[in-house]
């Protein structure tokens, strides 16, 4: 079974401009959540998605949104850059809210810069 | 305010011996403790994971204790390998809500 995929893997983008960063989850999991890492920070939840909803959220800015496709799939979306949004995002996805596991598996992130 | 604290923050251990990390919380709503393995431009692997209503988990060299009442919870890693030399994260899941607060990390380096 193939893992989490995410896209891109890179990303370079100036202070004020807007990013959106794509994830497909393991085939079956209908649940994605949305981690940033940092050094300073280390690993913060973002929001979690199932079925389309947004079930959780994080403590981030409004400038942070995502959304949940019906195939599972989901996408992030940063607008109005700053330098602090520079950082790995991870995105987890898991089967729970169908069969009561807690298990995430990670995707390997985007690292993104903000210059 | 920092929900899972963990320590330390880097660990030298020589091979074949035992590495053991440290993860403290205070949210009782928390219900399921997993550890994650990240090595440099990866993400974070699931290596194993404890519910509360046990005390102990092996699974081959990792075993994971868990202690309810002090609210700590550690990794073990018996006969340490060059290999295992990653950053280790633990982390707890919020009861109702499919998300992981995490532990700041540890930094282990295996010697040869």
């Known amino acids: 079974k193939a893992g989490v995929t995410q896209t891109p893997r890179y990303l370079i983008k100036t202070r004020g401009q807007q990013v959106t960063l794509s994830c497909s989850p393991i085939?079956?999991?209908?649940?994605v959540s949305w981690y940033q890492q940092t050094p300073g920070q280390g690993l913060q939840f973002l929001f979690e998605?199932?079925?389309?909803?947004?079930?959780n959220k994080g403590n981030f800015p409004g400038r942070f949104s995502g959304r949940q496709f019906s195939n599972s799939r989901s996408e992030m979306n940063v607008s109005t850059l700053e330098l602090g949004d520079s950082a790995l995002y991870l995105c987890?996805?898991?089967?729970?809210?169908?069969?009561?596991?807690?298990?995430?598996?990670f995707g390997p992130g985007t690292r993104l810069t903000v210059l | 305010q920092q929900q899972v604290k963990q320590s330390p923050q880097s660990l030298i251990v020589q091979k074949g011996g035992i590495s053991i990390i440290n993860c403290a919380y205070e949210?009782?709503?928390?219900?399921?403790f997993p550890w994650y393995q990240q090595f440099p431009g990866k993400g974070p692997a699931l290596l194993i994971a404890i519910r509360p209503d046990v005390s102990e988990k092996k699974e081959g060299r990792f075993t994971i204790s868990f202690n309810k009442s002090a609210k700590q919870f550690s990794l073990h890693i018996m006969d340490s390998q060059p290999g295992d030399s990653a950053t280790y994260f633990c982390a707890a899941h919020t009861q109702g809500a499919q998300k992981l607060v995490f532990g700041q990390g540890t930094r282990l380096t295996i010697n040869p």
């Open positions: 949210n009782t709503a928390f219900d399921y």
């Open positions: 085939s079956g999991h209908r649940s």
């Open positions: 987890a996805s898991s089967l729970w809210g169908t069969s009561g596991t807690n298990e995430q598996f």
């Open positions: 998605y199932f079925s389309e909803t947004q079930r």
